[in-house]
């Protein structure tokens, strides 16, 4: 099986930036994916990491180190519209997501 | 494109009632998920379908059954509806990529069905 730790909560200032972790146990691991979900809303794809290392999208990047069985997700210059929760996802085949419990994240101007 | 679409987007059952959701998408994905999302439990996946005409139990599959006629289409159905099954049920989708190929897990969603059962 799989289990995935992240914070419940974090809150940041507009134009700052934030980081949020989880570290995961599990059985098999095929890779990171994080996933943003706005109150009210379906969840949409942001990130995956197959492999160790930085990915960068734009504003988001992630982090992956299989090592430590650890990821995150850095928002940078935060604006308003990036309140949401995110979720990190693990994969151990045929593309089974395993989501954590989600970060609420809330931006304060 | 459509995308992900689900129906219907709201529902409420008694206890005992049977219902069924439908969630069709137009990306002409070979994988097919429902999942369901309860505050603070983050999504939890009850069935999904790797092609037409296959299904495989999830996380938390009591209670529901499933069906892939249609490529195309996904079918939760819930034969005697309970209060534990009151949830907001999401129906997602993705290409078969392998998971070391870039966005390999990479799933998209419906935007949900509220399902009140009392």
């Known amino acids: 099986g799989q289990s995935l730790e992240q914070p419940s909560e974090v809150t940041a200032v507009e134009g700052a930036i934030v980081q949020i972790n989880c570290t995961y146990q599990?059985?098999?691991?095929?890779?990171l994916s994080w996933y943003q979900q706005h109150d009210g809303g379906a969840p949409t794809f942001l990130s995956y990491?197959?492999?160790?290392g930085l990915e960068e999208t734009g504003r988001f990047s992630s982090f992956l180190s299989r090592s430590d069985s650890y990821g995150y997700l850095l928002l940078q210059e935060l604006q308003m519209k990036d309140s949401a929760s995110y979720f990190c996802?693990?994969?151990?085949?045929?593309?089974?997501?395993?989501f954590g419990k989600g970060t609420k994240l809330s931006v304060i101007p | 494109n459509a995308g992900v679409t689900q129906t219907p987007k709201f529902r409420v059952l008694k206890t005992g009632q049977s219902m069924t959701l439908l969630c069709a998408q137009d990306?002409?994905?070979?994988?097919m998920y429902w999942y369901r999302q309860d505050p603070g439990m983050g999504l939890r996946l009850i069935h999904y379908?790797?092609?037409?005409?296959?299904?495989a139990k999830g996380e938390v599959p009591d209670g529901y059954n499933v069906s892939r006629l249609k490529k195309q289409n996904f079918l939760l159905g819930l034969e005697s509806a309970a209060p534990s099954q009151t949830s907001v049920y999401f129906c997602?989708?993705?290409?078969?990529?392998?998971?070391?190929?870039?966005?390999?897990?990479?799933?998209?969603f419906g935007p949900g069905t509220r399902l009140t059962v009392t």
């Open positions: 990491n197959a492999l160790d």
């Open positions: 997602a989708s993705s290409y078969n990529i392998g998971p070391m190929e870039g966005r390999g897990y990479e799933q998209y």
């Open positions: 990306m002409n994905h070979e994988y």
């Open positions: 996802a693990s994969g151990a085949g045929s593309y089974q997501l395993t």
């Open positions: 379908s790797v092609g037409e005409g296959t299904t």
């Open positions: 599990t059985s098999g691991f095929y890779g």
